[in-house]
């Protein structure tokens, strides 16, 4: 299995706030995948989505390392790993005001025996990629993702709606996410 990741500034923010781990499972045909991009503009999203991209993935690690999970038991897992991960980085942000209200989105994938699971938060996205086109896996938490959903706007409207960046979910700003 081959894996790799790449992060991109855009063209719209000075700094890239984006961070990504993957991390194989020694001695598990499983590898761990996390993306996190910090809340564009907000303060300290960079450290935001490196906190929660490394905790994230040290308590998938952790689980894996002390029992051997099942396939089942990886939402679980997931969601676990997702709220510590939200659990450090509105804790970090309580300890100095230049850090309040920062947050980060999140997307993951856990691969384990030949399936994948992912899990996402805010408007980071994941994809299936195969020779015949690109589909998109997840639903945003966003403003815009409720609005089409609710059939107010069209999936072409979204694109270009003035609160397209406006997310319902994120991990940071609240104690509980």
Same mark, same amino acid.
Not at 33 to 46: F, R, T, Y
Not at 117 to 135: F, K, M, P, Q
Not at 136 to 165: F, L, W
Not at 166 to 175: C, M, Q, S, W, Y
């Given at each position: #299995?081959?894996?790799?990741?790449?992060?991109?500034?855009?063209?719209?923010?000075?700094?890239?706030?984006?961070? =990504?781990?993957?991390?194989?499972?020694?001695?598990?045909?499983?590898? &761990?995948?996390?993306?996190?991009?910090?809340?564009?503009?907000?303060?300290?999203?960079? *450290?935001?989505?490196?906190?929660?991209? @490394?905790?994230?993935?040290? /308590?998938?690690?952790?689980? =894996?390392?002390?029992?051997?999970? @099942?396939?089942?038991? *990886?939402?679980?897992?997931?969601?676990?790993?997702? !709220?510590?991960?939200? $659990?450090?980085?509105?804790?970090?942000?309580?300890?100095?005001?230049?850090? %309040?209200?920062?947050? %980060? %989105?999140? /997307?993951?994938?856990? #691969?384990?025996?030949?399936?994948?699971?992912?899990?996402?938060?805010?408007?980071?996205?994941?994809? $299936?990629?195969?020779?015949?086109?690109?589909?998109?896996?997840?639903?945003?938490?966003?403003?815009?993702?409720?609005? /089409?959903?609710?059939?107010? *706007?069209? !999936?072409?409207?979204?694109?270009?709606?003035?609160?397209?960046?406006? &997310? %319902?979910? !994120?991990?940071?700003?609240?104690?509980?996410?």
């Amino acid at each position: #299995m081959n894996s790799f990741g790449i992060t991109d500034r855009g063209k719209v923010r000075r700094d890239n706030q984006d961070s =990504f781990l993957i991390e194989r499972i020694e001695g598990r045909d499983a590898l &761990i995948a996390v993306l996190c991009d910090g809340m564009g503009g907000e303060k300290a999203g960079n *450290i935001a989505s490196d906190l929660a991209a @490394k905790t994230y993935a040290g /308590v998938l690690r952790q689980r =894996f390392s002390g029992q051997k999970l @099942k396939g089942a038991e *990886i939402p679980e897992a997931m969601a676990a790993a997702c !709220a510590e991960a939200n $659990h450090m980085v509105y804790s970090y942000s309580c300890f100095d005001s230049a850090y %309040t209200g920062m947050g %980060t %989105t999140l /997307v993951s994938a856990v #691969m384990l025996d030949g399936r994948v699971y992912v899990l996402n938060v805010g408007d980071s996205r994941a994809y $299936h990629i195969t020779g015949e086109g690109i589909t998109r896996i997840t639903k945003d938490h966003s403003v815009v993702e409720g609005m /089409v959903d609710r059939g107010d *706007i069209t !999936a072409e409207e979204a694109r270009r709606h003035p609160s397209r960046n406006l &997310i %319902t979910r !994120a991990l940071g700003p609240d104690a509980d996410a």
